[in-house]
């Protein structure tokens, strides 16, 4: 059961800090190296954690010079043939009235409709021109290529669905259980800040509606998501996937992933590798389905009986018996590497035997050799491999310009 997350903080961060049509204020720039840090372990964690990130990206896609920069241009190329990393180009909107026009209804749905906005190509294009150091013609054609596959847009009818839905939701009273300041009167004759947090709820909702489609999962704590409780809970997973990986981490001794992020002295350097392999693809295929079906109580329960029941086959009665076998043969077969024909003649007897007698065939000593059948699968493998990971931590933080 794979996840795709979606994320929108990366996008919200780049455009606060480079390309805001406002200036940084004393505070966000004050909080600027907090949430830098913050936006680096984050990152790092969804990578880990999830099949695929879906980014937000509103506009041009500053996000891809932060991401080549963060990650180094291998690392971001590896993890774009895995489809890893995805882009989600926001065109819906809703709007409110601001002027007091009563008897029509207070909110609007809309389409972006700007080149950079609205067009994939162009939002990657005009992203790539916020980059220091330009790519050259050429790599960034080639860059366009890889990365365009990558791009969704949401349904033009999406934005006018939620207004629907919004709507109805305050009509039919659903909003009094966010204490929206209704008063029992018409949609049509609120007053202003009264039409701001209906817009809001209804931006919220299209959100939410857009990772249904998807079937994704999101970081955001959204309040409005307690309007439809049948499906909430496969939004909020996320929630539920990091907070039992953090307890898992505790459970093993281990930091969870933004601390052990903090730890790295190049966290990035062997991510693609690390998130690839066969153990940390069935861990988080594990995850997600444990957190899925499992409570906060009992995914420490979930994660022992995991490891208990991770005999490899070599150590099932059938396979103790092929494994002397194999071992058999694969002595013959170095002894015939040694020795000459007496090896050999031996090695062909065991691979008989193999064939025969336990009905397996030589494939099977490749499968000895190179698919570790020698022990079995268990979750606690990926923190095997993150503890190879941070055996060679350094201090300090990386410094990666943005």
């Known amino acids: 059961m794979g996840q795709t997350v979606f994320y929108g903080g990366l996008d919200d961060f780049c455009r606060t800090y480079m390309v805001a049509n406002r200036q940084v204020t004393p505070d966000e720039f004050g909080q600027f190296p907090h949430r ?11 990578l880990m954690l999830f099949d695929k990130v879906s980014f937000k990206v509103y506009g041009e896609n500053i996000q891809i010079p932060f991401l080549l920069n963060l990650l ?23 709007t409110y009235m601001v002027t007091e026009i009563r008897g029509i209804v207070p909110i609007q749905s809309g389409t972006q409709s700007s080149p950079a906005h609205s067009d994939p190509e162009q939002s990657v294009v005009l992203g790539l021109n916020w980059m220091r150091d ?5 790599e960034q054609k080639r860059l366009l290529r890889r990365v365009l596959p990558l791009y ?48 809001q709820c209804a931006a919220e909702l299209l959100e939410y509606s857009y990772l249904i489609q998807h079937q994704m999962t999101s970081f955001s ?5 307690s309007l439809f409780d049948e499906s909430v809970s496969k939004v909020q997973l996320q929630a539920t ?10 459970l093993e001794g281990f930091p969870d992933l933004k601390t052990l992020h903090g730890e790295l002295k190049e966290p990035f350097k062997n991510l693609a590798r690390l998130r690839a392999k066969r153990s940390s693809v069935k861990f988080r295929e594990w995850l997600a389905t444990a957190s899925f079906s499992a409570t906060d109580t009992d995914i420490a329960k979930e994660y022992v009986d995991a490891i208990a029941d991770a005999a490899g086959f070599f150590e099932t009665r059938k396979g103790k018996v092929t494994k002397s076998i194999v071992m058999t043969a694969i002595g013959a077969a170095i002894g015939a590497a040694i020795a000459g024909v007496e090896g050999a003649l031996g090695g062909a007897a065991a691979a008989k035997a193999v064939e025969t007698g336990a009905d397996f065939t030589l494939d099977l000593v490749d499968e000895f050799l190179i698919g570790g059948l020698t022990k079995g699968w268990s979750p606690r493998m990926f923190f095997d491999d993150l503890a190879k990971l941070r055996a060679g931590k350094d201090e300090g933080l990386p410094s990666v310009p943005i």
């Not at 330009?134 to 050429?138: D, G, Q, S």
């Open 36 to 46: 830098l840090k913050e936006q680096h372990g984050s990152i790092f964690e969804q």
């Open 72 to 94: 180094g241009r291998d690392t971001f190329e590896d993890l774009l043939d895995q489809r890893a990393i995805g882009f989600t180009l926001w065109t819906p909107l809703v």
């Open 134 to 138: 330009k790519l050259p013609a050429h």
């Open 152 to 199: 969704e847009v949401p349904k033009k009818d999406i934005s006018q669905n939620v207004v629907g839905i919004t709507v109805s939701a305050y009509n039919s009273g659903k909003l009094k259980a966010l204490n929206f300041p209704t008063s029992g009167r018409d949609i049509k004759e609120l007053a202003l800040p009264e039409r701001k947090i209906l817009c």
């Open 221 to 225: 704590n959204k309040h409005y998501f």
């Open 241 to 250: 996937i990091a907070g039992n990986f953090n307890r898992l981490a505790m």
